[in-house]
């Protein structure tokens, strides 16, 4: 038919792995073809994930640093949240970047074929755009079909009080109380939004910590703080029901004790994690294997079972993370363009844009205590940072894991403002093998929160000792 196109290199999907792994094989010299089923590029990432939840969070910051100036002797009066302008404007911050993206993929020759893509055989893509179909047979392809969120069975999801991360960033109103099932990184970062606007917020976690994945102490700070501002956080508790009332969700908890109680709220924000595209593809078709939960397993050059066919971000598994998707799409294009690379990055860090933000990278002290690992730590406390006080901040806390024979850093914990952004020296100094002299002999321009990296490596050696 006359929608029938030929790649060199096919992308199925166009989030951050999609797109980057389309305009790396176009730099290269490849006939790329790029398919995505909605009208925008970009994928979750652009379009109702990183974003948009960072554009509301900055919202968010503004509002809680206004309210805590008061105790410094500015005061504001309560703002006025003007609900459609906040939302155009995140909304534009969206359009920009992925208009944006649409431009790329222009002056690269990228064909954008909009549509469904489903595998018809090991070297075909049929594409189906709203019943128009057209194929697309290709010598190589990238599969980046990413993620979508995990729904419960029991919960009513087509009641339009039970919300996901994409209804939570639509904005239709600010609920008077809502519950946040799930007390990950997205779930808290929708809770943060929602709080400075005037929510009062509940927060359910089955673990006996908020974000699981990081060392308890780290967590704390974070901890500390929402108890104060939220109005509960359940920890070790399931909840087992969801009723949809007249007058609200009737959601029904049981603690670790076996203790039930039920509550009602008006919204419900249901945050459990992701699972990834996989099972919609017909991978089967291409003689690609996809796992009983949707995933599709590569080798180090982002390879599946078929050599021709490769995989990329939240699809091949956790951490389900916009920059990992990036850096593998990186890995497959240059592989399938002929040149020599794998992936071989030896950390990959995760962060909370909550308030405080919490971010990790390489080993936990969990994770060393678990598999036996044996490790030094240096932690600054940020009380004894001139400009995290001066920021009207006392909780951070930076920590540092050495291996206990080299003393090289191969991880590193920090909560706080902006650890999000510190975390990156860190991830830096595990690529290079740097050790606790080099970080505690690198000059970091003061008074900087980027200092507290260069102390707690000076902790860890002993050249620190008095704080305060
Ligand atoms: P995706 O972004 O999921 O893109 C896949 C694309 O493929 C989609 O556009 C989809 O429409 C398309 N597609 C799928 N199947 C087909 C098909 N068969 N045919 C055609 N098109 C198809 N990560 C971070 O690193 N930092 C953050 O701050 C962050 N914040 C987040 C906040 C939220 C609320 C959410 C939900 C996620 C967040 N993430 C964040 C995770 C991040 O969005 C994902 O890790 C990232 O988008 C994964 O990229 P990807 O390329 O693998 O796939």
Known sequence: GAGDVHAEVVVLGSGPGGYTAAFRAADLGKKVVLIEKDNNLGGVCLNVGCIPSKALLHAAKVITESEEMGDHGITFDTPNVDLDKLRGWKDSVVKQLTGGLGGLAKGRKVQVVTGFGTFTGPNMIEVNDNGKRSTVSFDQCIIAAGSEPVTLPFIPHDDERVIDSTGALELKDIPKRMLVLGGGII???MATVYDALG????????????????????????????????????????????????????????????????????????????????????????????????????????????????????????????????????????????HKRHFDARVIPSVAYTDPEVAWVGVTENQAKAEGIKVGKGSFPWAASGRSLSLGRSEGITKLIFDHETDRVIGAGIVGPNAGDLIAEVALAIEMGSDATDLGHTIHPHPTLSETVNFAAEMFEGTITDLM
């Open 187 to 189: 779930g808290l970062e």
């Open 199 to 338: 929510t009062d917020v509940t927060i359910v976690e089955l673990m006996d910590q908020i974000i699981p994945g990081a060392d308890k102490d780290i967590v704390k700070p974070l901890h500390n703080r929402i108890k104060s501002r939220y109005e509960d956080i359940k920890l070790k508790t399931k909840v087992t029901a969801v009723e949809a009332r007249e007058d609200g969700l009737k959601v029904t908890f049981e603690d670790d004790k076996g203790e039930v109680t039920t509550d009602v709220f008006d919204k419900l924000l249901v945050s459990v994690g992701r699972r990834p595209n996989g099972a919609k593809i017909n991978a089967g078709a291409a003689g690609v294997a996809v796992d009983e939960r949707g995933f599709i397993a590569v080798d180090g050059q982002q390879r599946t079972g078929q050599a021709h066919i490769f995989a990329i971000g939240d699809v091949v598994g956790q951490p389900m993370l916009a920059h990992k998707a990036v850096h593998e799409g990186k890995v497959a294009a240059e592989v399938a363009a002929g």
